[in-house]
């Protein structure tokens, strides 16, 4: 995977985590806007296993309420947290954690 991809896997995971969707939700908004991606499919795309193609990326898009540049581009700087939530803790603007990755 390219660093697009990892970028898509990346803001999918802390998308997904700051609206507090499991993968299941997340797989029948998909459903509802016209494509079937399955919740173990949301998971290996999470991580890293399964490649994104355009058509998925618009759905996710649509899905999680965002623009689909949103899932392709490094998030901005959170506000709330700066990137660095206390340990122990998930930031609930970004998602990031005390290592610096979303929650699953």
């Known amino acids: 995977m390219g660093t697009t991809g990892d970028q898509v896997r990346a803001n999918l995971l802390r998308l997904r985590t700051v609206r507090r969707l499991t993968t299941r ?32 990326l618009l759905v996710l898009a649509q899905a999680l309420q965002v623009p689909y540049a949103q899932l392709i581009e490094p998030p901005p700087p959170c ?24 929650n699953a």
């Not at 806007?33 to 399964?50: A, M, V």
């Not at 506000?79 to 979303?102: R, V």
Request: aromatic share 2%; glycine share 12%.
């Open 79 to 102: 506000t709330s947290c700066h990137g660095a939530p206390p340990i122990g803790f998930s930031c609930l603007s970004c998602g990031a954690t005390a290592e610096g990755e979303a």
């Open 25 to 56: 939700a997340l797989a029948a908004a998909c459903k509802r806007h016209g494509r079937h991606i399955p919740p173990t499919g949301i998971t290996r795309i999470e991580k890293g296993e399964r490649r994104v193609d355009v058509d998925d």
